[in-house]
């Protein structure tokens, strides 16, 4: 999808029917993706502590390496969006899950989750720190909200460095209003320390595949380099798949690309 200066090759946050709050299947999500002329699309149903979380959990997440790489023209990057439960930055799924899949995005739901309880700036930034650390996890999703704010000068850097690529969440951008300076100071501070980014759309309907239009509108009034968003070159997010997952050895059926 092309705004202004950006055009973007790659929806890589997404949900379909597993999730029981999103309502298209796999096929037509990425059908969608291929009728907008993206190349890729990342699958990422919530983990077990989301209500509505596919059930048995083990089953869904630990099949999907049989997919195709390439169905319909498009890459077909199979993950998991999981819950941080505590200040520590634990996460709600098994090394065992995470070693099948492809792609691992860490987000906040604050749910009832009791490790969550009474957030402060040092407590977010000490969760961070600890998220960015972990090998499994590819993208800082939807970090924006204000009850968990946190300390972007010591934060964004080491998300650059430790290769977490930080998500401009379009879905923000509609239910999530509050949350919108917070993105514009976090893509800022990618800005400034050269920390690359993702725009995905957190699409639950095939219809929100590819749509990213409030997010790029606020990453041109900021003037945000292109060059720092993976997702707008084929090149730059095939060079991050082959270093930093195992799509390429995991997924052995490749389909039609």
Avoid at 100 to 117: F, N, P, T, V, Y
Avoid at 126 to 134: D, G, M, S, T
Avoid at 141 to 147: E, K, R, V
Avoid at 222 to 235: H, K, R, V, W, Y
Wanted: hydrophobic share 40%; charged share 20%; with cysteine.
């Amino acid at each position: 999808m092309s705004m202004g200066r950006y055009h973007l090759i790659a929806d890589l946050h997404t949900h379909t029917l597993a999730s029981t709050h999103a309502y298209s299947t796999l096929t037509e999500m990425v059908q969608a993706a291929a009728n907008k002329g993206l190349s890729a699309i990342a699958i990422t149903d919530h983990a077990v502590s989301m209500p509505g979380a596919p059930k048995p959990e083990e089953f869904y997440f630990s099949c999907l390496h049989e997919l195709p790489l390439y169905h319909r023209g498009v890459m077909t990057i199979v993950g998991i969006e999981a819950n941080i439960m505590d200040f520590d930055g634990t996460l709600d799924v098994s090394e065992k899950d995470f070693a099948r899949l492809d792609w691992g995005i860490a987000s906040i739901h604050h749910l009832g989750q009791e490790g969550l309880q009474d957030p402060n700036v040092e407590k977010s930034t000490h969760l961070w720190l600890q998220v960015a650390k972990n090998p499994h996890i590819n993208v800082i999703a939807h970090s924006g909200d204000p009850l968990f704010s946190y300390d972007v000068d010591r934060v964004i850097p080491a998300f650059g460095e430790n290769h977490k690529l930080v998500e401009i969440n379009n879905h923000t951008f509609e239910v999530r209003t509050q949350n919108v300076e917070n993105c514009k100071k976090i893509a800022l501070a990618c800005k400034k320390y050269g920390v690359p980014i993702v725009v995905d759309s957190d699409a639950h309907f095939e219809a929100k595949v590819g749509y990213f239009s409030f997010a790029l509108q606020m990453l041109e009034e900021i003037d945000f380099p292109e060059e720092l968003i993976l997702n707008a070159s084929e090149e730059r997010l095939r060079a991050y798949l082959r270093e930093h997952t195992h799509i390429f050895t995991n997924r052995t059926y490749l389909g039609e690309e």
